[in-house]
């Protein structure tokens, strides 16, 4: 009874390839996020989506983009990934914006390697 | 979002009680408390918040301070599934950037057998 899935849950791809990280959810949230997570630090978020608005983060490198065709699904797709961008991206979710109460429910994750 | 401050690392018994303490000495009246969770390889997982009075869970306590600028995560027996990255969070319920978490480097808990 997985609520947040992630797609796969490992991923090479090569440096420049371009590269589509799957995130579904069956708890009907709002709100989708995904996270940009580096080895041993903290997770960083990238965007996120209330329902169909897209909200950027100011500091998000323009070679991330992110789609949501409907209220499961959210993709994020890498343009041109370097070896920077290997990381583990996480996908989460939360039924509204209002931070003080609305908890967010992640998915396990996908490690992704950039060779 | 206000900050916080946790120890690096906290090391603690299997079946004892764990007291995770985080200072926000900075917090204002509309932030919420929240702590989050890493088990290894895995995605965070919410575990508590508060605003003022004290918690419970099925998965922990929370205790706050009664000026605010402290709260305390309660494990109160400690199994080896508990070892993780604990994130203390704080979260504006009046606007702003309070649609994100912005974690810190949070506390790495381990669970001795």
């Known amino acids: 009874d997985a609520m947040v899935i992630q797609n796969p849950r490992y991923q090479v791809t090569q440096f420049g390839k371009p590269v589509t990280l799957s995130c579904s959810q069956t708890l009907n949230h709002n709100v989708m996020y995904w996270y940009q997570q580096k080895s041993s630090q903290a997770p960083k978020l990238l965007f996120h989506y209330y329902d169909k608005d897209f909200n950027n983060e100011a500091d998000t490198p323009d070679n991330f983009q992110s789609r949501r065709p409907n209220t499961s699904f959210c993709f994020l797709d890498i343009r041109s990934p370097g070896l920077g961008d290997a990381a583990m991206y996480l996908c989460a979710t939360s039924r509204d914006l209002a931070g003080g109460i609305n908890e967010q429910y992640f998915g396990p994750g996908t490690r992704l390697t950039v060779t | 979002d206000a900050k916080t401050t946790q120890p690096n690392s906290m090391e603690s018994n299997e079946e004892e009680p764990v007291h995770l303490p985080c200072n926000h000495s900075?917090?204002?009246?509309?932030?919420?408390i929240h702590w989050y969770r890493q088990l290894p390889s895995q995605g965070p997982e919410y575990v508590i918040h508060g605003l003022t009075s004290n918690v419970n869970n099925r998965m922990a306590s929370l205790a706050i301070a009664e000026d605010r600028k402290s709260s305390t995560l309660i494990l109160h027996r400690a199994t080896l599934r508990d070892a993780a990255v604990y994130y203390c969070?704080?979260?504006?319920?009046?606007?702003?950037?309070?649609?994100?978490?912005?974690f810190g480097k949070g506390t790495l808990l381990t669970v001795n057998p």
């Open positions: 900075t917090i204002s009246g509309t932030d919420y």
């Open positions: 969070i704080l979260r504006d319920r009046s606007g702003g950037s309070n649609y994100k978490l912005t």
